[in-house]
């Protein structure tokens, strides 16, 4: 036997490692392949459901007892499980829509959102997030629990993204942004200084980059410009990995003031002019103030030329022990940032 035909134990390793991986990936996509499968079936029953309910309440009692006697081995036929079936189908209007991410998310999340959302839009948006974000069902009780929908699809933002920014990149970049931001793992304290928020926010990184949502990844606090004879430092900034683009985060524990977008804008163009690169995209300002007059702040924008966006925040001591466990990782959020 020659030497070529000897296999050393290192490549030996790392050939198993190699099949290993390809086993995996594909028994989790097989896995992935029947949760979907079996929410479209589930779709399907709750929709011949839907047809026939006019028989009575009693139908869908003597229908489990009778489903679960003909595949006594197979889960989910109870009575309760069916009536969210039933819910399933009339939320989610046909299968071309189930498609569109509600059969693709786990059962019980599903089940959450059928008992929290009725709105067909809000649900298939939700469903959306669960598969865009990774979020656990109990990071999803708290995302609806806090009206993240209604602070990032339903509220009318104060920005200037869409004007200073070319399409399609403005409209993602107001898509992305919430009002209020809700930092529900912060301690409220009175009077909250802006160096105490930062500090919270830094100290919480993992969970503001969950807030603020994917594709955040977080470069430093009080980060430093050199312009002209002086130096300058941004409370926060950002990169946004799906935007191509630099983002700024400034910090107010007063009401917004006008003066605060000019400072700001400044602060764009010293990033554009120093950090960015021909690769990336202009860079976003955030100022998150306590409060704000809406009309003022409009007005404020009016005549700046860098993208920029106002929002209130809130802050709160309330936060549920069981979602503490299931926050993910600043590694989580960075590794998906990057798939």
């Avoid at 990844?217 to 410009?225: A, C, D, N, V």
Wanted: proline fraction near 4%.
């Amino acid at each position: 036997m020659s030497d070529n035909s000897i296999m050393l134990k290192e490549d030996y390793f790392s050939v198993l490692e190699e099949i290993k991986s390809h086993i995996m990936t594909a028994q989790k996509t097989v896995m992935n392949t029947a949760n979907v499968e079996r929410n479209i079936m589930y779709w399907h029953i709750g929709k011949t459901i839907v047809e026939h309910a006019v028989w009575g309440n009693k139908f869908i009692e003597n229908l489990s007892k009778d489903l679960r006697m003909e595949y006594p081995t197979a889960k989910g036929y109870s009575a309760r499980n069916l009536n969210y079936m039933k819910k399933y189908a009339e939320i989610i209007p046909s299968e071309e829509v189930l498609q569109q991410g509600a059969a693709k998310i786990n059962w019980r999340s599903i089940m959450f959102l059928i008992d929290q959302v009725s709105d067909t839009e809000e649900f298939l948006w939700y469903s959306r997030q669960c598969l865009e974000q990774g979020w656990s069902s109990n990071v999803l009780r708290h995302e609806i629990e806090s009206g993240l929908y209604n602070r990032q699809v339903l509220v009318e933002k104060t920005t200037n993204y869409k004007t200073q920014l070319s399409a399609p990149l403005g409209e993602l970049a107001e898509e992305i942004i919430k009002d209020p931001y809700v930092f529900d793992f912060i301690p409220s304290a009175a009077p909250l200084m802006e160096k105490d928020l930062e500090d919270a926010m830094v100290a919480q990184i993992t969970k503001v980059l969950m807030e603020f949502g994917s594709g955040f990844s977080f470069l430093g606090r009080q980060y430093p410009l050199h312009v002209g004879e002086k130096d300058y430092f941004i409370d926060l900034l950002f990169y946004n990995v799906k935007l191509h683009c630099y983002f700024v985060v400034e910090l107010k524990t007063v009401d917004f003031e006008p003066e605060f977008a000019g400072k700001l804008s400044f602060y764009l163009s010293a990033v554009d002019g120093e950090l960015k690169s021909d690769m990336d995209n202009p860079t976003l300002g955030l100022l998150l103030c306590k409060g704000k007059d809406k009309v003022v702040a409009e007005y404020a924008l009016q005549d700046i030329n860098k993208p920029i966006g106002i929002s209130e925040y809130r802050v709160s001591s309330k936060i549920k022990p069981e979602l503490l466990d299931n926050l993910p990782s600043l590694e989580d959020i960075e590794n998906r940032m990057h798939l």
